[in-house]
């Protein structure tokens, strides 16, 4: 068991592009989240996953945004037509619905759109 | 709507300082309170978690205490050391199914040889 991975570590891309981020959380944890943090903030909530389904998004995910979780094993993050203000470190964690309260955190994707 | 303020935002202290970081929030309906650790560029680290039938959590030289009536909780930390400087994240559970985290901004933490 290696932790929750995430992937790519680094993304620059150029604004009005598309970008995607996948998530692998510990093995047969059936919760997965994603946060987002920007520069000297806190991380903020965007959605979760139980398994597969998608039980709830967050404001903050507009419809440029959209995350799946096929299988209820890893999950993507996707982001259409970029914007600056995109520009974030994107959090995975994950748990185990018996012990919620026991979220696991990726190291991240940390994106930057010029 | 809960919010969860941090003070104060940046702290440098000498190495051997015992310290407090302070933490607000301002909806009592919460499951528990968590402080993390974050490296610059890096993920997060889980610290302590107090439910919020508890008072205080201690692991090592960290204890954090919980008072939730007044929504506010304190980590403190005694005997700081370099490898302590770090951005320590408090976050409260909101007493809903989805078991998210709400998080403040974050105290970033120097500590001087």
């Known amino acids: 068991d290696t932790g929750v991975s995430q992937d790519p570590r680094h993304k620059i891309t150029k604004r009005g592009q598309n970008v995607t981020f996948r998530c692998d959380p510990i093995?047969?944890?059936?919760?997965l989240y994603w946060y987002r943090q920007t520069l000297g903030q806190g991380p903020e909530f965007l959605t979760y996953?139980?398994?597969?389904?998608?039980?709830?998004k967050s404001r903050l995910l507009s419809d440029r945004f959209s995350a799946e979780r096929p299988k209820g094993s890893f999950s993507t993050l996707e982001i259409q037509r970029t914007e600056q203000g995109d520009s974030a470190m994107y959090l995975c964690?994950?748990?185990?619905?018996?012990?919620?309260?026991?979220?696991?955190f990726g190291p991240g994707t940390r994106l930057t759109v010029t | 709507k809960q919010e969860v303020t941090q003070i104060p935002a940046a702290l440098s202290v000498p190495e051997g300082e015992n310290l407090v970081l302070n933490c607000s929030f301002t909806?009592?309906?919460?499951?528990?309170l968590q402080w993390f650790r974050q490296d610059p560029g890096k993920g997060l680290t889980s610290l302590l978690l107090?439910?919020?039938?508890?008072r205080e959590q201690t692991s090592g030289r960290l204890n954090a205490s919980l008072d939730k009536s007044s929504g506010r909780s304190t980590l403190y930390i005694a005997a700081s050391q370099p490898g302590d400087s770090a951005t320590y994240l408090c976050?409260?559970?909101?007493?809903?199914?989805?078991?998210?985290?709400?998080f403040g901004s974050g105290t970033r933490l120097l500590v001087r040889p």
């Open positions: 964690a994950s748990s185990l619905w018996t012990a919620p309260y026991e979220q696991y």
């Open positions: 093995s047969e944890h059936n919760r």
């Open positions: 996953f139980q398994n597969e389904a998608q039980l709830e």
């Open positions: 909806d009592s309906a919460i499951y528990n």
């Open positions: 107090i439910q919020s039938s508890q």
């Open positions: 976050a409260v559970r909101r007493m809903d199914s989805s078991y998210k985290l709400i």
